[in-house]
Structure formats: structure tokens, C-alpha cells
């Protein structure tokens, strides 16, 4: 199994511009999640899925938007990047099984808007 | 909304003396508890993690305790080694909700002395 992917692994865009960063897993799980990473802070929840076409949002969505078309992939789109949305892009997936708890994390992805 | 406070941020120790990280959250309603290590430029990691129905979980050196009353929980790694360097997280979510999100602390940067 590759666990969570997640692509690029950087990504330089100036502000206004729009994108998309990629998750997948390959484990079957059904809830999925996207962070953000500041400096000397934890991780943050921005959205969240508990299974194909279920997402919510989490404590700092504004500025993304996600979909959850199939169980597999979780794409995190920024409407209009900000210099404030700097940051490291953690995309995580887990089981919904009793007894599964860990949170498996993608590699990340590491994001500058000039 | 939940709050993890995490303390200290830094922490050095010299190899072999024991390492210990605290931490403190608001939700009564949290009942899982992972600790997750992460390496300069790479994904949290999980390490131990423990369930509100538990006192205390060891892993080797490792070990995690929990006091719901006062809502706190601490990692304790023993006999440190120089690989034991990394930033360190606590978090807390409810299990028991779809939502599994995870609060973060602020990390803490442990440096193991050689």
C-alpha cells in the first residue's frame, strides 16, 4: 500500500491565482481530512470528510472549498490564494472502524503565495 | 470548540534522562488522546495515543497518563536517544462522533544531547 499521497510536494502561486492540491489513499478509509501547518503551531482542521459525497468544514475552511467524489480521493482547491495561506498542506485519512483510531498523514504539501 | 494547551515548547535533555510533555484541554467530551512525533520536513507520526476509558499506556520506552478529572495528559519517554530528537504533538478529538477531528497543541521541540 503507498498510504496517503499527496501532490506537488511544493508549490509557488501569487496571490489571486487558483489551485488544487491532491490526496489519496489506498487503504479503504472512509474519513479524510485536510490540515495546515503554521510555524511553531500545531496542525489545524480546515475540511473534512466522513465518506464519499460528506465533507464539512473544519475550524479555518475559509478560502478552500473540497469534494469527495469517490472514496479514495480528497482534492483541497483554493478559490483566490492569499499570502495568509502560506503554509503545509497535511491531508490525513483514517478508519471508521471500532478499535481504528490513528490518523494516517500524507507527506504534505508545502505552499508560498508571493 | 476545543483548546489543547501543550508545555514546554522547548525541551533539552541529555541522552538517557528522561523527557516529559504536558498537556491540558477544555472539552470534557474528548476521549482519545494520540501523541504524534514529526521529523524536520516530514508528516506527524503516531507514537502512542490513549482512550479516556485508560489511566496509562506504555510502549517501551514511551508511556502516556491520563487524569480526565483535571484534563490533562502527559508523554513521558525514558532512557532518551539522540533519535528521540523532533517536535512532538499532543492532540485530542471525540471518537465517537463521525467528525474524529484533531486539536493540536503547539508542539514541543525535544533536543536529546549526545
Known amino acids: 500500500n503507498a498510504g496517503v499521497t499527496q501532490t506537488p510536494k511544493f508549490q509557488v502561486l501569487k496571490t489571486g491565482q487558483s489551485m488544487t492540491l491532491q490526496c489519496a489513499q489506498d487503504m479503504n478509509h472512509e474519513y479524510m481530512s485536510w490540515y495546515r501547518q503554521d510555524p511553531g503551531m500545531g496542525l489545524r482542521l480546515i475540511h473534512y470528510?466522513?465518506?464519499?459525497?460528506?465533507?464539512d468544514q473544519g475550524e479555518v475552511p475559509n478560502g478552500y472549498n473540497v469534494s469527495r467524489s469517490t472514496t479514495e480521493d480528497f482534492p483541497l482547491r483554493l478559490l483566490s490564494a492569499a499570502p495568509s495561506q502560506t503554509s503545509v498542506y497535511f491531508c490525513a485519512s483514517s478508519s471508521q472502524a471500532s478499535g481504528h483510531y490513528e490518523q494516517y498523514f500524507g507527506p504534505g504539501t508545502r505552499l508560498t503565495v508571493t | 470548540g476545543e483548546n489543547v494547551e501543550q508545555h514546554p515548547s522547548t525541551l533539552s535533555v541529555q541522552e538517557g534522562d528522561s523527557a516529559v510533555i504536558k498537556c491540558t484541554y477544555s472539552?470534557?467530551?474528548?476521549?482519545?488522546f494520540p501523541w504524534y512525533k514529526q521529523e524536520l520536513g516530514k508528516r506527524p507520526q503516531l507514537i502512542i495515543d490513549?482512550?479516556?476509558?485508560?489511566g496509562e499506556k506504555k510502549d517501551q520506552r514511551i508511556a502516556v497518563t491520563l487524569n480526565k478529572t483535571a484534563k490533562h495528559f502527559s508523554l513521558h519517554i525514558t532512557e532518551t536517544q539522540p533519535e528521540d530528537s523532533a517536535v512532538y504533538f499532543c492532540?485530542?478529538?471525540?471518537?465517537?462522533?463521525?467528525?474524529?477531528?484533531?486539536?493540536f497543541g503547539s508542539g514541543t521541540r525535544l533536543q536529546v544531547q549526545p
Open positions: 470528510s466522513v465518506g464519499a459525497g460528506i465533507t
Open positions: 490513549i482512550r479516556s476509558n485508560v
Open positions: 492532540a485530542a478529538s471525540i471518537l465517537d462522533t463521525g467528525r474524529r477531528a484533531l486539536t
Open positions: 472539552d470534557s467530551a474528548s476521549n482519545y
